[in-house]
């Protein structure tokens, strides 16, 4: 098993909210998400059939509002990665699928120190 | 034949003697009405829809005493459930439910109140084209306490999950009445047998008839009627289970994928099914090996999911030996007795008569 390291992704600057880095880590790498000022890591690796997770949209999700015009009301704004290939939603601060907390991805620390961000993976 | 336990029968069609003898049971502003026969018109079994001994000077299955000849003393049935054909989706709706009710008051005067057997239950036939007239059938014979469930066409213009159409089942779940779907007689309003148009013949129309009932079963979980109402159970009494377990996957597969659009369905759609969900036996479903039945029938928990139905008196009439050829012993008694005892609360007062 590969050794996990605190690596230096980029200046805290560089990766502002709403944004993402894709970190060359082993085989498929990992996406350093920064969520409203929050950071996130998870593997660029679907855990359904393998396809670039991190590849996919960031947005929100629905979830059951009786009362609500439509039944729905957006949810989650910004977290949730859906998977290019077959719309899985994963919450990028859990790594687990909206539908099945089962079904679920890695995902890995993240720091800023000195105004750097790093990564253990 | 001898179970060590009740067999239930839950799948039989009594028939009135001849077809315009239903005309006793309608009102006198309905009684002239043009009402189609229950035969259906097109697609007849060649030789014949019912078993050809049944046939004499009245219909099939019209006298109770020959039925019950039939099933029980000579097909080891312990009790059945009554589930008459009506009409068709018939365009006048007003009169479609007239003629339900007039069903309904011929199976409990002629088969629930004259038996004196104890082993005949009975169906509320109700018309899902007038949701308000079928909502005021379910309250009117609910109480009556040999009726354990309300019967509906497999025939419809649009799936039973749709809205209009919840009032029915809140109703029937409010009396913990199974709703029943079964194909009707009758020449009614309605789409093409197939998803694909009209079949040729009478084998593609049977063969492929039931698997409609795959439709009604994904919009009542989907469009979320099954996670409204806890109590609804439905009845899919002309099999068409064998494609439950591939189709199930694929709901299943969409679901993980398209969640974000009906969120209220909060599990995976074939978590529904045990609770929700039941099929009654069919000559036409399952391998055509019987040394795959069991394997098979494990699939998508089918074992807790079949009841045992003849459909009798149709020609494909099936007994309880035939019904579970390959099974094991743990899933003949599930399917012969316990799935429809715990559905209908049936049985027990003819269990002591078996020993």
Known sequence: MPVMRRRPVCAVEDLPPGTMKLVPVGKYGVGVYNIGGSLHAIANYCAHEGAPLCAGF???????????????RYVREGRILRCPWHQWEFDITTGQTVADAAKRVRIYQVDVTDGQVYLTA | MSNPYPVIDANVSPHFRYNAEIRRYLPPSYRLRAIPDVEQQWYQAPGGDYRQDLYGEHYPASDRETLCRHLFDEGGAACAILNPLTRGNIADYLLNSRICAAVNDWLVERWLDADATGRLRGTIRVNPEDPRGAVAEIERLAAHPKMVQVGIPLQSREPYGKPVFEPIWAAAAAHNLPVAVHINGGNGVDHPPTFAGHAHTYPGYAAFMPLNSFVHLATLIIEGVFGRHADLRFVFADGGYDILTPLMWRLDTFWVSMRDQTPWVDRYPSEYLRDHV?????AFD???????????????DKTELLMYGSAYPHWSTTSPTAATAGLSDVQREKVLSRNARELYGVGAEVEGSLS
């Open chain 1, 58 to 72: 960031v947005g929100g999700t629905n979830e059951f509002a009786p009362d609500a015009p439509g039944h729905l």
């Open chain 2, 286 to 300: 399952g391998p055509t090996d019987d040394t795959h039945a069991a394997r098979w029938l494990d699939f998508t």
């Open chain 2, 278 to 282: 039941r099929f009654c036996s069919s």
